[in-house]
Protein backbone atom coordinates (compact mmCIF):
# COMPACT_ATOMS: atom_id res chain seq x y z
CA UNK A 1 0.00 0.00 0.00
CA UNK A 2 1.51 3.44 -1.26
CA UNK A 3 0.53 6.47 0.84
CA UNK A 4 0.69 10.26 -0.40
CA UNK A 5 -1.16 13.26 0.39
CA UNK A 6 -1.73 16.22 2.92
CA UNK A 7 -3.72 13.81 5.03
CA UNK A 8 -4.97 15.57 7.95
CA UNK A 9 -8.72 17.10 8.28
CA UNK A 10 -10.83 18.69 10.68
CA UNK A 11 -13.34 16.72 9.05
CA UNK A 12 -13.38 14.11 6.56
CA UNK A 13 -14.43 15.97 3.77
CA UNK A 14 -13.30 15.59 0.39
CA UNK A 15 -10.83 18.08 -0.80
CA UNK A 16 -11.05 20.31 -4.28
CA UNK A 17 -7.81 19.90 -6.65
CA UNK A 18 -8.92 22.44 -8.67
CA UNK A 19 -11.30 25.30 -8.57
CA UNK A 20 -13.59 23.52 -11.52
CA UNK A 21 -12.37 19.78 -10.39
CA UNK A 22 -13.96 17.16 -9.08
CA UNK A 23 -13.94 16.59 -5.12
CA UNK A 24 -11.35 13.71 -3.90
CA UNK A 25 -10.49 12.22 -0.60
CA UNK A 26 -9.26 9.30 -2.10
CA UNK A 27 -7.79 7.30 -5.08
CA UNK A 28 -7.07 3.50 -5.73
CA UNK A 29 -5.13 1.81 -8.12
CA UNK A 30 -4.67 -1.89 -7.93
CA UNK A 31 -2.45 -2.23 -4.56
CA UNK A 32 -1.83 1.66 -4.24
CA UNK A 33 -3.85 3.57 -1.48
CA UNK A 34 -3.61 7.93 -2.12
CA UNK A 35 -5.56 9.95 0.65
CA UNK A 36 -5.88 13.35 0.52
CA UNK A 37 -6.51 15.95 3.41
CA UNK A 38 -6.54 18.86 5.40
CA UNK A 39 -3.71 19.29 8.51
CA UNK A 40 -4.76 18.15 11.83
CA UNK A 41 -3.19 16.34 14.61
CA UNK A 42 -6.13 14.70 16.08
CA UNK A 43 -7.12 13.42 12.61
CA UNK A 44 -3.92 12.20 12.02
CA UNK A 45 -4.22 9.73 15.27
CA UNK A 46 -7.53 9.17 14.00
CA UNK A 47 -5.90 8.37 10.20
CA UNK A 48 -3.56 5.75 12.03
CA UNK A 49 -6.44 3.99 14.01
CA UNK A 50 -8.16 3.14 10.71
CA UNK A 51 -5.39 1.76 8.90
CA UNK A 52 -4.30 -0.01 11.49
CA UNK A 53 -7.86 -1.45 11.72
CA UNK A 54 -8.14 -1.94 8.41
CA UNK A 55 -4.76 -4.05 8.45
CA UNK A 56 -6.39 -5.86 11.28
CA UNK A 57 -9.59 -6.79 9.87
CA UNK A 58 -8.19 -7.50 6.24
CA UNK A 59 -5.05 -8.99 6.81
CA UNK A 60 -2.97 -6.53 4.68
CA UNK A 61 0.07 -4.82 6.08
CA UNK A 62 1.09 -1.40 5.20
CA UNK A 63 4.76 -1.16 3.93
CA UNK A 64 6.01 1.93 6.20
CA UNK A 65 9.08 1.74 4.02
CA UNK A 66 6.93 2.40 0.58
CA UNK A 67 4.88 4.65 2.39
CA UNK A 68 5.02 8.21 2.45
CA UNK A 69 3.76 11.82 3.19
CA UNK A 70 3.93 14.48 1.04
CA UNK A 71 2.78 17.55 3.09
CA UNK A 72 1.73 21.15 1.01
CA UNK A 73 4.51 24.41 1.25
CA UNK A 74 2.39 25.93 3.70
CA UNK A 75 2.54 23.74 6.52
CA UNK A 76 5.89 24.38 9.18
CA UNK A 77 8.64 21.85 10.30
CA UNK A 78 7.46 20.68 13.81
CA UNK A 79 3.81 19.95 12.73
CA UNK A 80 5.39 18.05 9.91
CA UNK A 81 8.08 16.61 12.79
CA UNK A 82 4.86 15.70 14.99
CA UNK A 83 3.03 14.60 12.29
CA UNK A 84 4.95 11.94 10.63
CA UNK A 85 5.65 10.26 14.24
CA UNK A 86 2.38 9.94 14.58
CA UNK A 87 1.97 7.94 11.48
CA UNK A 88 5.38 6.72 11.12
CA UNK A 89 5.62 7.47 7.43
CA UNK A 90 8.27 8.96 5.28
CA UNK A 91 8.18 12.58 4.11
CA UNK A 92 8.72 13.20 0.60
CA UNK A 93 8.86 16.25 -1.19
CA UNK A 94 7.65 15.54 -4.53
CA UNK A 95 5.47 12.95 -5.50
CA UNK A 96 7.74 10.53 -7.58
CA UNK A 97 6.34 8.33 -10.19
CA UNK A 98 4.00 6.17 -10.63
CA UNK A 99 3.79 3.61 -13.77
CA UNK A 100 6.61 5.68 -14.83
CA UNK A 101 5.34 8.80 -15.42
CA UNK A 102 5.78 11.52 -13.26
CA UNK A 103 3.15 12.77 -10.90
CA UNK A 104 3.26 16.80 -10.65
CA UNK A 105 2.45 19.04 -7.90
CA UNK A 106 3.20 22.01 -9.70
CA UNK A 107 3.09 23.78 -12.68
CA UNK A 108 4.67 21.99 -15.46
CA UNK A 109 6.85 23.70 -17.57
CA UNK A 110 8.84 22.39 -21.10
CA UNK A 111 12.33 21.77 -18.65
CA UNK A 112 10.64 19.80 -16.66
CA UNK A 113 9.53 17.59 -19.58
CA UNK A 114 12.97 17.57 -21.04
CA UNK A 115 13.22 14.00 -19.87
CA UNK A 116 10.76 13.08 -22.84
CA UNK A 117 13.11 14.51 -25.43
CA UNK A 118 16.06 13.04 -23.76
CA UNK A 119 14.41 9.65 -23.55
CA UNK A 120 14.17 9.81 -27.45
CA UNK A 121 17.63 10.84 -28.06
CA UNK A 122 18.79 8.04 -25.67
CA UNK A 123 16.65 5.11 -27.80
CA UNK A 124 17.77 6.85 -31.37
CA UNK A 125 21.73 6.45 -30.09
CA UNK A 126 21.34 3.18 -29.24
CA UNK A 127 20.15 2.53 -33.27
CA UNK A 128 22.16 1.92 -36.35
CA UNK A 129 19.99 4.01 -38.68
CA UNK A 130 22.34 3.00 -41.38
CA UNK A 131 21.24 -0.50 -41.58
CA UNK A 132 17.64 -0.17 -41.77
CA UNK A 133 15.91 0.36 -44.91
CA UNK A 134 13.61 3.55 -44.82
CA UNK A 135 10.50 2.10 -43.90
CA UNK A 136 12.12 0.01 -41.15
CA UNK A 137 13.24 3.59 -40.08
CA UNK A 138 9.58 5.01 -40.00
CA UNK A 139 8.44 2.04 -38.49
CA UNK A 140 10.63 2.72 -35.65
CA UNK A 141 10.08 6.35 -35.51
CA UNK A 142 6.54 5.81 -35.40
CA UNK A 143 5.96 2.95 -33.04
CA UNK A 144 8.68 3.41 -30.40
CA UNK A 145 9.46 7.06 -31.06
CA UNK A 146 6.61 8.86 -31.25
CA UNK A 147 4.86 6.36 -28.62
CA UNK A 148 7.04 7.53 -25.80
CA UNK A 149 5.42 10.46 -24.76
CA UNK A 150 2.00 9.33 -25.58
CA UNK A 151 1.53 7.33 -22.09
CA UNK A 152 2.68 10.85 -20.40
CA UNK A 153 -0.24 12.51 -23.05
CA UNK A 154 -3.05 10.84 -21.18
CA UNK A 155 -2.95 13.17 -18.11
CA UNK A 156 -0.62 15.95 -18.85
CA UNK A 157 -0.75 18.35 -21.65
CA UNK A 158 2.65 18.43 -23.31
CA UNK A 159 4.29 21.67 -24.59
CA UNK A 160 4.01 21.82 -28.56
CA UNK A 161 7.85 22.49 -28.09
CA UNK A 162 8.22 19.58 -26.80
CA UNK A 163 6.34 17.25 -29.22
CA UNK A 164 8.32 19.89 -32.15
CA UNK A 165 11.49 18.53 -30.37
CA UNK A 166 10.40 15.19 -30.77
CA UNK A 167 9.18 14.88 -34.12
CA UNK A 168 12.52 16.62 -35.60
CA UNK A 169 14.35 14.25 -33.87
CA UNK A 170 12.28 11.49 -35.68
CA UNK A 171 13.17 13.40 -38.70
CA UNK A 172 16.49 13.59 -38.26
CA UNK A 173 16.40 9.52 -37.63
CA UNK A 174 14.66 9.46 -41.32
Not at 42 to 55: E, Q
Not at 89 to 99: A, I, P
Amino acid sequence: MRFHGSIFAEEWTPILLSRTGLNLSHLFFADDLVIFNHIDLFYSGLLKDYLSNFCELSGHNVNARKTNVFFSSGVNESLRNTLNGILGFQEVNDFGHYLEVPLFHRTVTNSILDFLVERVRSRLSSWDAKRLSFARRVTLAQLVLLSIPSYLMQSTIVAKGICDSIEELARQFF
